[in-house]
């Protein structure tokens, strides 16, 4: 089971997101996925994403894209779950303080308040110290010009990680990585059309 959690602004129907859930409905995997809109409270979408977990029969990898990204290492530090980064807010209480304001979604159009009681949810997810940095693997792009992809090279060192020259913060790569994150995730892509065993 995947369960991906989509960027700031972001919504399940962004890009990576629906090419994921496309390449596991060619395999039969379509309901091998969990991505919903995120609550704008870092600690409500939080308690979505851990009502999802419990609701698993097993453990769950968990895809984080930008914010999604400090939320799966929050959730995989504490659930001792193995997590893929695509250009992780490495420190979103910080990145995110200049966005305090309102905002509208990418996807959805809607417009949201993003206020200081979020900034400080988001510093209450901080992990100091990664327990086992092996259950990470860091997916970036040296031309993300939203976030500095070396403060997660540094933060996620003695992980797994994958660092393209080029691309952006959407992560021009993610569609050639694709099968290759489903393999990581349990989940070994099959030719399109070609039902799993």
Known sequence: ????????????????????????????????????????????????????????????????????????????????LRAILINPATYADRTLQPWIGTHTNLYTGETFAFTGRHIEELKALAVPTLRQPSRFWLIVETGDEVLDYREAVSRYAGARQTVIEGGDHGLQSFPRLLDEILSQAGLASQPAGQQPD
């Open 1 to 80: 089971m995947i369960i991906y959690l989509h960027g700031f602004r972001s919504a399940p129907t962004s890009t990576k997101a629906r090419l994921l859930h496309t390449r596991l409905q060619q395999q039969g995997l379509g309901d091998r996925l969990w991505c919903e809109q995120l609550a704008v409270s870092p600690r409500q979408a939080i308690d979505q994403v851990e009502a999802a977990i419990a609701a698993q029969d097993g453990k769950p990898v968990l895809i984080g894209s930008s914010l999604g990204g400090y939320y799966a290492t929050y959730l995989a530090e504490k659930h001792d």
